[in-house]
């Protein structure tokens, strides 16, 4: 009954920010965990991190290359992947290197493509193939969705995330059932059956004890 009620008042509480910030709020040190946050195997500074590289990797490259270039920033788990058009080789470095002089960033994947920029018509396809990945994960048995990334560029589809061997092939297969897809690059980070057990439960220890807190605090102030 008491967990019920925690989990009750948190989902009202997460409503409620929601609709205020357009995402998913974290209160550090707090009972309230937003679902998103809860459910992705990043810890969650890595997400508040992604978060923060994401913004700042764009802000960069508005700044120093200009609107010549078509480029997608997606960071997960501190590794930064960059998907795109740009106008030479030289930009093509240039902003691989924007990318890691970010704070916190681990890493750069750069598959960025010296091409003319793509048109709507292209970037509009991408998006359709990206919603239908997701949705072909999630359609997926056993497959941890909140932890996997999906990103579509000329219709060649980029899959990151933190996964065991097993989910890692499972994701690959249901990407590749999505009509249109020509492509897909596997970027995740491997984890064992074991790692991926411990951290369940250590993740379960703690939404024990925070809920525990929260019962013996008595809940928000009426």
Known sequence: MYLKRFVAIAWMGVAGLSGLTGC?????GGAVVATSV??????????????AIQLKV?????????????????SY??????????????????AAQLAKEVENVRGVYNELQVMPA???????????ITGKVRSQILATENLPS????????????YLQGLVTPREAEAATQAARTVSGV???????????????????????ARAAQSASAFQESGGPNQ
Do not use: C
């Open 77 to 94: 788990n501190r590794r930064v992947l960059l998907t795109g058009e740009v106008p030479d080789e030289a930009q093509r470095q240039r």
């Open 146 to 157: 909140k932890s996997l990334q999906v990103t579509t560029e000329q219709e060649v589809v």
């Open 118 to 128: 793509s048109g709507y018509s292209q970037r509009s396809r991408d998006t359709w």
């Open 182 to 204: 020509r492509k897909v690059v596997r970027m995740f980070e491997l984890i064992s059956e074991q790692e991926l057990q411990k951290t369940l439960a250590e993740r379960e």
């Open 38 to 51: 809860a459910l992705d195997r990043r810890t969650a500074g890595a997400q508040v991190d992604d978060q």
């Open 58 to 74: 764009r802000t960069a490259f508005n700044e120093q290359l200009g609107d010549q270039a078509h480029i997608n920033v997606n």
């Open 24 to 28: 998913a709020p974290l209160i550090v």
